[in-house]
């Protein structure tokens, strides 16, 4: 079978901006190129619950045919509600706690909206996914999540239907590291395992962004565990490739993305302390760009000044990312079980620069960060190493010795060679 009709069911579409849409806008984008019909189904802007917006995104999918539906959305009340207007206090991340109208909402959202409380949308997209299916000859369905809502309809759909499902898990289900330590009812804890054991069970085929520890977990819910795949987020090499690299002046220590307080942040504070309690006069300078946490911005304002750009278009963001001198990363909180794994990290690794990770469960993390020779992870109690590595690199780059390091095999994580081995799944499940 040569040419392929795939049907794609994803909450997040352009408009809508962040890792989780890359990793489909860029998959739709290069399925189309290599001859096949990617056929997506999404929410309607005008009533999805975005937290964050990336209009350029729109110009990597302008020839991918696309389906928007009304959706019924709980998160836009509570963001109304919050802060008087229906998008600005919608999480990211992360659910919030402190205030008493925030444990209120949490323990609405945790007991009674499950397994997400983007479920609302469910109802619409089966309807339209029913008329897609009966006027397209799709050869495959694929859902992706989160919201993992989203595979209760490929659920629904291949129940009707009869047709072949990949379930792609871009982040944990009921591991994932938000919902830990949080106060679930017993029922609402049951229902949740109950529905992503029917959904991984059901389905054909389950793709991953990460490898051996998150998957041992998944393995031990199925009753057939060769039909999990790895296939990392990669980078689009076509966009990496036209964004000029400037560096500044000054060495440039830059982080992008999202940076909440379920982020091993907090080393890199001490980081921050002893550097500059130990060095005078480094000519440093930190560009964070993204959605940063009021909080910790404050933080590390104590310590240095930061340029904070604010949250970036993707190609913007790949700029400054190409700017920099040393990358820095944070990993998710809570993480260790699952070893999640940033979706910039790839492209962090294309610009050459170094990168420390910061990440208390560094297993996967490492299996990549070995492709960059100065590149590694870094737990909470390693912070003097850091500070060393820090000042190694900063005195490398003063003496007008500092040079790049991109992988000889960074080609191999681009989107495109990563949409082959996407291709070469669906082929082998429709075959």
């Known amino acids: 079978m040569d040419n392929l009709n795939i049907l794609i069911i994803t909450y997040y579409w352009p408009p809508s901006g962040g890792s989780g849409v890359q990793r489909w806008v860029f998959f739709a984008k290069y399925l189309k190129q290599l001859g096949h019909n990617p056929i997506v189904l999404t929410v309607d802007q005008k009533y999805a619950s975005y937290n964050l917006i990336d209009n350029s995104l729109t110009n990597q999918v302008k020839d991918i045919e696309t389906h928007k539906t009304y959706s019924f959305e709980t998160l836009k009340l509570y963001s109304l509600f919050k802060s008087g207007n229906k998008t600005k206090a919608i999480p990211q991340s992360y659910i919030p706690n402190q205030s008493l109208f925030d444990k209120i909402a949490s323990f609405i959202r945790l007991n009674f909206f499950i397994p997400d409380s983007r479920i609302g949308w469910n109802y619409f997209a089966f309807k339209k996914a029913k008329k897609l299916i009966e006027k397209n000859n799709i050869n495959c369905v694929i859902t992706t999540g989160p919201p993992h ?23 944990p289900w009921a591991e994932i590291f938000y919902l830990k330590n949080k106060f679930r009812l017993k029922y609402a804890k049951k229902l949740n395992l109950k529905f992503e054991l029917d959904v991984l069970n059901s389905t054909d085929s389950i793709i991953t962004t990460v490898g051996d520890r998150y998957q041992n977990i998944i393995k031990e819910k199925l009753s057939n565990s060769k039909k999990i795949h790895k296939i990392y987020n990669g980078y689009d ?8 690299e400037i560096k500044p002046a000054s060495f440039n220590i830059v982080f992008t993305g999202i940076l909440s307080k379920n982020h091993n942040y907090q080393a890199f504070y001490e980081v921050l302390s002893i550097l500059y309690e130990k060095y005078n006069d480094l000519d440093i300078i930190f560009t964070f760009a993204g959605k940063i946490d009021k909080e910790i911005k404050k933080l590390y304002s104590e310590k240095i000044h930061f340029i904070d750009r604010g949250y970036v278009i993707h190609e913007k963001a790949i700029e400054i990312i190409k700017s ?101 799944l669906i082929k082998n499940l429709v075959a």
């Open 149 to 171: 809502s989203t595979h209760l309809i490929g659920k629904k759909i291949t129940e009707k239907f009869k047709l072949k499902w990949i379930v792609d898990l871009r982040d």
């Open 237 to 244: 090499k076509s966009v990496y490739d036209k964004i000029k």
């Open 324 to 424: 920099s001198h040393l990358l820095i990363n944070f990993n998710y909180l809570n993480t260790e079980q699952t070893d999640m794994v940033s979706g910039k990290l790839i492209e962090y690794l294309a610009s050459g620069s170094p990168i420390i990770n910061f990440s208390n469960s560094a297993e996967e993390s490492n299996s990549l960060l070995k492709n960059s020779i100065k590149s590694f992870n870094a737990e909470s109690n390693e912070v003097i190493k850091v500070v060393n590595f820090i000042k190694k690199e900063y005195d490398i780059w003063l003496d007008g010795n500092y040079e790049k390091d991109i992988p000889k095999n960074i080609e191999s994580l681009s989107r495109e060679k990563l949409t082959y081995k996407l291709v070469k």
